[in-house]
């Protein structure tokens, strides 16, 4: 493999937070974001990017979103071991724990534990939405958008897909 | 003795292509919503799993970091076939999708310079932003009444959101005490 260090070093970051990415992969943004854009992988609008891309994509959008940081990084191999590092862990430890569940399906702690982790999971996804919109923000245009889409989700039931499409529809028409 | 690596052989198997098409399908299907399709295709299409031991999967995922759509994948395959079952559906909810994400995604993106595409793609991030944003809210709003709910996913929040400190750092700093708290709260309730 003739990719950089850099890509290892992204991986093994990776593989650490989808470890403890209780709630879903959208709570390691915050923190994916500082590494990148502090190392000088990315700019904030590439990252912001990347996440746009991965979103109107079918598939498994987080995986494919750190992919294309791989990708940047270190290549195609910089995209596939951003990729496994990312599914990997968190397979295994399902693996693992599907096994083991008849033994602790019942016992009363994993209630409290999950009863624990849900108000941090809550504020992780907020803050990782948070995180995006501030490296997608060019102006009080594309801030409006954010708080428009997330009012539309929160308040009705419309198919997220629609509310992205017209998100890049105004975007295309130069509105941002 | 393989029998952690090739189980559930009794009666009619599934057979592993018949697991790959249908994480596949989910894959495929499930923009916004992937639970909803993977309910759709593993309980009601296949009947691979019942209602009960579906939301009793679903629980467990959700016990375990990771993408819980990603959970159930595991899951589902693990009981149906054992571990090649559960690489099989892993294999097929990720393997093409992200080939060809991947491929035309990358594409895209050696563009991006281009002002349309930039401004499309600015409008698309702001949008998904404010989706995940309003997602995380849609979560809290039957815990609005929980006061210790609402502080600690404000630390949680604030901790990402305005530090540059990392999440290890603040997951071992306050699950302790979140998880402290909700066995006081659970013990008081009793």
């Not at chain 1, 990084?73 to 910089?78: A, L, N, R, S, T």
Request: one cysteine or more.
């Amino acid at each position: 493999m003739n990719s950089s260090p850099a890509s290892l070093v992204l991986a093994a970051h990776l593989a650490i937070l989808s470890s403890i990415s209780f709630g879903g992969f959208p709570t390691v943004l915050p923190d994916v974001h500082n590494l990148a854009v502090a190392r000088g992988w990315v700019t904030d609008q590439e990252f912001a990017n990347f996440f746009a891309v991965s979103q109107v994509t079918p598939g498994p959008n987080m995986i494919l979103m750190m992919s294309f940081l791989g990708l940047k990084v270190g290549g195609i191999p910089g995209a596939i071991v951003s990729a496994l590092a990312t599914f990997g862990p968190p397979c295994a430890m399902y693996y693992l724990s599907y096994r083991l569940w008849d033994r602790f399906r019942d016992m009363p702690w994993q209630r409290i534990v999950r009863r624990g982790l849900v108000p941090l999971t809550i504020g992780l996804v907020i803050a990782g939405g948070y995180v995006m919109a501030r490296s997608a923000a060019v102006g009080w245009q594309s801030m409006a958008i954010t708080a428009a889409a997330a009012a539309l989700i929160l308040g009705t039931r419309l198919n997220p897909l629609w509310i992205l499409t017209a998100g890049g529809i105004l975007g295309g028409l130069g509105l941002l | 003795m393989l029998e952690w690596w090739e189980s559930g052989g009794s009666g009619d198997r599934v057979p592993l292509s018949a697991l790959f098409l249908g994480f596949l399908k989910v894959s495929l299907c499930g923009f916004g919503g992937g639970l909803i399709w993977a309910r759709r295709v593993v309980v009601e299409q296949w009947q691979w799993m019942d209602e009960q031991k579906f939301a009793e999967t679903l629980t467990l995922c959700q016990l375990m970091p990771g993408p819980n759509i990603v959970g159930i994948t595991v899951c589902v395959g693990a009981e149906l076939r054992g571990a090649i079952g559960a690489i099989t559906a892993v294999a097929g909810f990720i393997l093409l999708p992200w080939t060809v994400g991947l491929a035309i995604g990358g594409e895209v993106l050696q563009y991006a310079e281009i002002a349309v595409l930039q401004n499309i793609l600015g409008g698309l991030s702001a949008t998904a932003a404010g989706l995940l944003i309003g997602t995380g809210l849609r979560l809290l709003k039957p815990h609005r009444s929980r006061r210790t709910v609402l502080l600690f996913a404000g630390l949680a929040f604030a901790g990402m959101a305005f530090t540059r400190l990392p999440l290890p750092i603040v997951l071992i700093a306050l699950a302790p005490i979140s998880i402290a708290v909700a066995r006081f709260e659970s013990a008081r309730a009793v």
